[in-house]
């Protein structure tokens, strides 16, 4: 029997190939992953599957990964990327495994602009408002004085709508968001940290057999 992975017993191989053989050619053929890849990322989906006893991951293991190994640690934006790649925003199905993938790893920079945008808009608006943008910025500043904090969120706040709301109408479309990343890309993550960093890609694509996200031998 050709074992997918030697750290699983025949049956559980068995099994593995049963549940996910279509997913593997689907997997391939609709993203940049290779047919290793695929299968990597499957495995270790499947192994979380086999902890809770079931066929799916649940929001907990997402959100320790987040913290243990992308480095993201705002709760509210994991919670956000959870809605966003899943249908319940309860579990995460095989489908939702390689959606957040893709886009951590593989996405253009449109892509990657959509989804953060999706992302930041979660709280049931299609555009971000003063409302949305300041609550996102209220843990950009701490501090004992108050008055000092909420003064510099505030204008925070202003610098932003002044950078991003071009048309003055208000409140930030995404057409205005993906226009000024374009031209300065470091804005993608404006109100909030949500891809990993170069550093964490690397970490995590030697932990799922990533192969083409590896790093360059620098020697």
């Known amino acids: ?5 030697l750290t699983l017993d025949d049956m559980a191989n068995n099994k593995f190939l049963t549940l996910y053989s279509s997913m593997i050619k689907n997997f ?3 993203t940049d992953f290779s047919s290793t890849e695929v299968v990597s990322l499957l495995i270790v989906f499947y192994k979380y599957a086999l902890s809770n006893r079931s066929r799916v991951m ?4 997402l959100y320790n990964l987040f913290l243990v190994i ?3 640690f705002d709760v509210t934006i994991i919670e956000r990327i959870a809605m966003n790649i899943t249908l319940d925003g309860r579990s995460i199905t095989p489908d939702s495994w390689i959606r957040l993938f893709r886009v951590f790893f593989t996405g253009t920079l449109h892509e990657r602009m959509k989804f953060a945008f999706e992302v930041y808009t979660s709280a049931g608006t299609v555009v971000l408002n003063r409302e949305v ?3 996102a910025i ?5 501090g004992d004085d108050e008055d000092e904090v909420n003064e510099l969120r505030a204008d925070m706040c202003e610098f932003l709508f002044e950078k ?8 930030i479309g995404f057409e205005e968001y993906s226009e000024i990343v374009q031209k300065q890309p470091a804005l993608l993550e404006f109100l909030g940290k949500i891809f990993p960093d170069d550093k964490d890609r690397s970490l995590v694509a030697y932990c799922h057999n ?4 590896f790093p360059p031998d620098i020697y």
């Not at 029997?1 to 992975?5: A, Y």
């Not at 209220?138 to 701490?142: G, I, R, T």
């Open 1 to 5: 029997m050709n074992r997918i992975d």
């Open 28 to 30: 391939t053929t609709s």
């Open 58 to 61: 649940s929001t907990s293991q």
């Open 70 to 72: 992308f480095g993201i």
């Open 133 to 135: 943008v300041g609550l």
């Open 138 to 142: 209220e843990n950009f500043f701490s």
């Open 164 to 171: 991003f709301d071009t048309d003055k109408d208000g409140v």
């Open 210 to 213: 990533i192969e083409s996200m």
